[in-house]
């Protein structure tokens, strides 16, 4: 069985979704907690046994450059000054794997994003994630994936049930059940109207993907929004060869809207082994509040 050592973490769009915050800073460098979020799919990639990931980034991106290359000069300052915890902070995100950047020219969609890794991919199935995609789970999702592909190798989509009028957001897919969580993935639509979607499971921003999907990419035209889709990619690959999809345990947060980003840090900032219990504090007295001039 082949091994998947390969990541593509597109990080090239606008993120109008987030403005103005995004407006000079990249919204993958928007912070969760104490993290920016691209980092935390660069940490699921590399707990799910990636060592080789590549950032298609784009103009302005280039502070996340900066953030997984090493600061010898910060690093040095806090040796001096002893602050052991803040310097294993400082260094940790250029570890473990190694971390290679391409500019995508143009805005032109996901599709369009994933072609620009063709030459890093080269022969061998490769993961896909999405950093507006921030699943928590005990598992990390991709490494939950890994562990399916182990039995069924194969392009994989993660999906999640969503409510009928949200598959207008989503690329959605025609499951054929396999086991309580592992579908066939019969047929792929992305951003279907509710009457057109073929069910409610949506393809979430992890995927392990076949090479042959970059001469499925060649093919496609512009499809929703104008724009190359992977997932129009995708269903050209799934007449071919079977492709599977898989219900993950986790929750997801769309962390490329404000509301979805706050939720993250409330959740994540909750669940953080530090901060945690000031958060919880904080939030309690917040509610507490808010219940007694009877707004909650
Ligand atoms: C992309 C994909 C879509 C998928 C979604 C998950 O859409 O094209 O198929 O369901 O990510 O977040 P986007 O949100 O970039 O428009």
């Not at 800073?25 to 940490?43: G, N, R, S, W």
């Not at 250029?94 to 805005?107: K, M, V, W």
């Not at 279907?192 to 999907?213: D, H, M």
Request: charge should be neutral; hydrophobic fraction near 40%; include cysteine.
């Amino acid at each position: 069985m082949v091994k998947i050592r390969k990541a593509v973490i597109p990080a090239g769009g606008w993120g109008t979704r987030c403005l103005p915050a995004s407006k000079a800073v990249p919204k993958e460098m928007l912070t969760i907690v104490d993290k920016p979020a691209i980092q935390y799919a660069v940490e699921e990639a590399i707990a799910a046994g990636i060592t080789d990931i590549l950032i298609i980034t784009g103009r302005n991106k280039g502070c996340i450059e900066d953030h997984f290359d090493r600061n010898v000069e910060l690093e040095t300052f806090l040796d001096i000054k002893g602050k052991e915890g803040a310097l294993e902070k400082v260094r940790l995100p250029a570890g473990f794997a190694s971390i290679y950047f391409t500019r995508q020219q143009e805005q032109k969609g996901l599709g369009h994003a994933v072609c620009c890794a063709r030459e890093f991919v080269g022969r061998e199935p490769f993961a896909v994630l999405l950093p507006d995609d921030l699943i928590e789970a005990e598992i990390p999702c991709l490494k939950q994936m890994m562990d399916v592909y182990q039995r069924r190798p194969g392009t994989m989509v993660a999906v999640m049930e969503v409510a009928r009028d949200e598959v207008k957001n989503y690329g959605i897919i025609k499951p054929v059940r396999l086991t309580s969580n592992i579908f066939v993935v019969g047929d792929l639509v992305e951003k279907p109207s509710p009457v057109r979607a073929p069910s409610n499971l949506a393809i979430v921003g992890r995927y392990i993907i076949a090479p042959e999907i970059f001469d499925c990419l060649d093919l496609v035209g512009p499809g929703a929004g104008g724009e190359i889709q992977l997932t129009d990619a995708l269903k050209m690959l799934a007449e071919k060869d079977e492709m599977y999809a898989y219900k993950f345990y986790g929750t997801r947060f769309d962390v490329g809207n404000i509301a979805g980003f706050i939720s993250a840090n409330i959740q994540m900032g909750l669940n953080h082994p530090e901060y945690g219990k000031e958060v919880e504090r904080k939030m309690l007295s917040i509610l507490d509040s808010r219940l007694k001039v009877g707004s909650l």
